[in-house]
């Protein structure tokens, strides 16, 4: 093995798991945004407020994806400079 260069397991393992923190964001964030959907559906708002929902919900679901995305990466980061 090559000092300082990445192994194919590696780089394997670093592409799983991008696409697993990807996945999970985007299933994360569709999750929130189907809760406000819901709920504005429940409540029967008007329209205005069914839209302030809606994008509400869009924002905050777009915050909950990136949040998830960074914290995968992170802790697989962290896992990966530890050697496991």
């Given at each position: 093995?090559d000092?300082?260069?990445?192994?194919?397991?590696?780089?394997?393992?670093m592409?799983?798991?991008?696409?697993?923190?990807?996945?999970?964001?985007?299933?994360?964030?569709?999750?929130?945004?189907a809760?406000?959907?819901a709920?504005?559906?429940?409540?029967?708002?008007?329209?205005?407020?069914?839209?302030?929902?809606?994008?509400?919900?869009?924002?905050?679901?777009?915050?909950?994806?990136?949040?998830?995305?960074?914290?995968?990466?992170?802790?697989?980061d962290?896992?990966?400079r530890k050697?496991?």
């Amino acid at each position: 093995m090559d000092m300082g260069r990445e192994s194919r397991w590696e780089k394997d393992a670093m592409t799983v798991e991008i696409v697993f923190a990807l996945v999970t964001s985007v299933v994360l964030a569709a999750a929130v945004l189907a809760v406000a959907l819901a709920l504005a559906l429940a409540f029967g708002v008007s329209a205005p407020a069914r839209k302030g929902t809606l994008v509400g919900g869009a924002l905050l679901g777009a915050a909950a994806g990136v949040w998830r995305l960074v914290r995968v990466l992170r802790r697989f980061d962290a896992q990966r400079r530890k050697g496991h």
